[in-house]
């Protein structure tokens, strides 16, 4: 069973083929519009095939450009490296001062393993 994605996937393909196929022979032979009675000179079928393409690539570069543009200038400036730096030394002094008032008592305790450590240290030995 095809997924919703690889169908449209196949789809796109389908359609870019197309178009392409298209492009390449209307381009190299445009007679065969005139024979079909869908455009009435030859010369004007060349032009066309090559603006319209032309024109949508340069609109679509401005409008890339345009895009860049309006979010450099609606984004706000980064902090300078400087203050960045100072926060992070000042949160690293913060720290410090609160581990150094620690009672050394809760500091023995905290390294004694307790007794459910213990107990589990047991049952594996036994193991």
Request: aromatic content about 10%; glycine content about 4%.
């Amino acid at each position: 069973m095809v997924s919703k994605d690889q169908s449209i996937g196949g789809v796109i393909l389908l359609v870019c083929v197309v178009i392409a196929i298209f492009y390449i022979v209307t381009l190299f032979y445009p007679q065969w519009l005139v024979d079909l009675g869908w455009a009435s000179d030859k010369s004007a079928i060349q032009f066309w095939i090559i603006a319209i393409p032309v024109f949508i690539a340069f609109v679509a570069v401005m409008g890339i450009g345009a895009w860049i543009g309006w979010t450099m200038a609606t984004t706000p400036p980064p902090k300078p490296i400087e203050e960045i730096t100072a926060e992070m030394e000042e949160k690293k002094e913060e720290e410090k001062p609160e581990k150094a008032e620690e009672p050394v008592e809760e500091a023995k305790a905290a390294e004694e393993p307790s007794e459910e450590e213990e107990k589990k240290k047991r049952k594996k030995s036994e193991k």
